[in-house]
């Protein structure tokens, strides 16, 4: 069974820095797409990045774009988000999703999704 | 930036149809992909690719998109299906979600 879990977050000064991971289990870590979303507190989801099966191509939301890094490594079967310049907006929970795709069209869904870690942006 | 509309709220009896419309420019042109999420739990995959079901969804839920509007519908709902919906689809590389939608079954 797919299994993905983060780790990393907690409590973070604005404009400083914070480190995510996503361990992953149970499928082939290189066949995938992988990708951050967040979820502030009471509101809808957002997408924050996405890494390519090989690292080649990443993506990001433009609220994060320049402040937080995506990464993965395959020999681990983890992926992670440095988080940098953080700002109370920043706050919310943070879900490692897997991304599955059909033909050209990649990434697609989500189709597998961690329990989420919460992060807090506080002076 | 792209963007999805979707209603707020939809309320629906029990054992009645709730539909729930997520809207966007050419949204037909693109693939809509549709999440659950329950009160403190991680969003759930329900449809991809407009109208396929994962396994292990059942069949009461149903997608649709066409004219600017892809849609989810849910026949026969049951108070279990009472949870948030997003739709979701791609701007280029970019994933936009819908705002949500929160289902009440009373």
């Known amino acids: 069974e797919e299994h993905l879990v983060e780790s990393g977050g907690g409590l973070g000064q604005p404009g400083g820095s914070l480190r995510l991971s996503c361990a992953t289990s149970?499928?082939?870590?290189?066949?995938?797409?992988m990708s951050w979303v967040r979820q502030a507190p009471g509101k809808g989801l957002e997408w924050v990045a996405n890494?390519?099966?090989?690292?080649?191509?990443?993506y990001y939301g433009d609220s994060v774009e320049g402040r937080f890094t995506i990464s993965r490594d395959n020999t681990k079967k983890l992926v992670s988000l440095q988080m940098s310049s953080l700002r109370v907006e920043d706050t919310a929970v943070y879900f490692c999703a897997r991304a599955d795709c059909s033909g050209t069209s990649c990434p697609g869904w989500f189709d597998t999704w961690g329990p989420g870690i919460p992060v807090t942006v506080s002076s | 930036s792209y963007e999805l509309t979707q209603p707020p709220a939809v309320s629906v009896s029990p054992g009645q149809t709730a539909t729930i419309t997520c809207s966007g420019h050419?949204?037909?042109?693109?693939?809509v992909y549709w999440y659950q999420q329950r009160p403190g739990q991680s969003p759930v995959l329900v449809i991809f690719q407009d109208t396929k079901r994962p396994s292990g969804i059942p069949d009461r839920f149903s997608g649709s998109n066409s004219a600017n509007t892809a849609t989810l519908t849910i026949t026969g709902t049951q108070a279990f299906d009472e949870a948030d919906y997003y739709c979701q689809a791609w701007d280029g590389t970019t994933a936009v979600f819908g705002g949500g939608t929160q289902l009440t079954v009373l």
């Open positions: 149970g499928f082939n870590f290189t066949d995938y797409w």
């Open positions: 050419n949204l037909e042109l693109k693939f």
């Open positions: 890494i390519k099966q090989d690292g080649s191509e990443k």
